[in-house]
């Protein structure tokens, strides 16, 4: 069971480039999430969704955008990359409400 | 907006000791904490959870408590070995919803 997949691991982007984070989960889970993660901060909320076709703005969103076409994809897109976007980002699920959210690996990605 | 205070940020203890992380959270609504181990270059991992209409947990060595009068949860380990060396997180969920805001971590480091 591969849980919760992130593609890519690592990416430096320029600033102003635009890239799409690849979530992708096969546990069936109606609930995905994405966070931020920056050295001593902790994770930010991004987006979050219940389920298919249903999308919600966490704590930090702007800057981003997301779809969830199915229930098993979760990408997150950055539009116009910003330094301030260099970061950890982490996809996780959740099968439904307050249960174990399942974090995938990570992308490293930074903004130069 | 919601709002988790995680205490200490850093924590040394000898091998054997115990170790206590302590939280606060800003939001009467919420109704589950969520604790996860995070180690190197992974994504975070559930250790313990508890649930609103519980007082206390226990799991081997981990235990946590919850006061909701005081907005309180904290994380204990007893006899801690080295490999529990890893930053802690703490969570609480938006309100009655899924979605979980995390303290900024704590970074315990067991020696031997």
């Known amino acids: 069971n591969a849980g919760v997949t992130q593609t890519p691991k690592f990416r430096i982007l320029k600033i102003g480039q635009s890239m799409t984070l690849q979530c992708t989960q096969d546990m069936n889970h109606n609930y995905m999430y994405w966070y931020r993660q920056d050295p001593g901060m902790g994770l930010k909320l991004i987006y979050y969704?219940?389920?298919?076709?249903?999308?919600d703005k966490g704590e930090v969103p702007n800057g981003y955008n997301v779809s969830r076409s199915t229930t098993e994809d979760f990408p997150l897109r950055l539009e116009l990359a910003a330094p301030s976007q260099t970061s950890v980002y982490f996809c996780?699920?959740?099968?439904?409400?307050?249960?174990?959210?399942?974090f995938g690996q990570g992308t490293r990605l930074t903004v130069v | 907006g919601e709002n988790v205070e995680q205490h200490p940020s850093t924590l040394s203890v000898q091998e054997g000791d115990s170790a206590v992380i302590k939280c606060t959270y800003s939001d009467s609504a919420s109704n589950y904490f969520p604790w996860y181990k995070q180690e190197l270059g992974k994504g975070p991992q559930l250790i313990i959870d508890i649930r609103s209409n519980v007082g206390e947990k226990k799991d081997q060595r981990i235990a946590v408590t919850l006061n909701k009068t005081a907005k309180h949860f904290s994380l204990h380990i007893t006899e801690t070995q080295p490999e529990d060396s890893a930053v802690y997180f703490c969570a609480a969920t938006y309100g009655t919803g899924t979605a979980l805001i995390f303290g900024k971590g704590t970074t315990l480091s067991v020696s031997s």
């Open positions: 996780a699920s959740t099968g439904s409400g307050n249960t174990e959210a399942f």
């Open positions: 969704s219940v389920g298919a076709g249903i999308t």
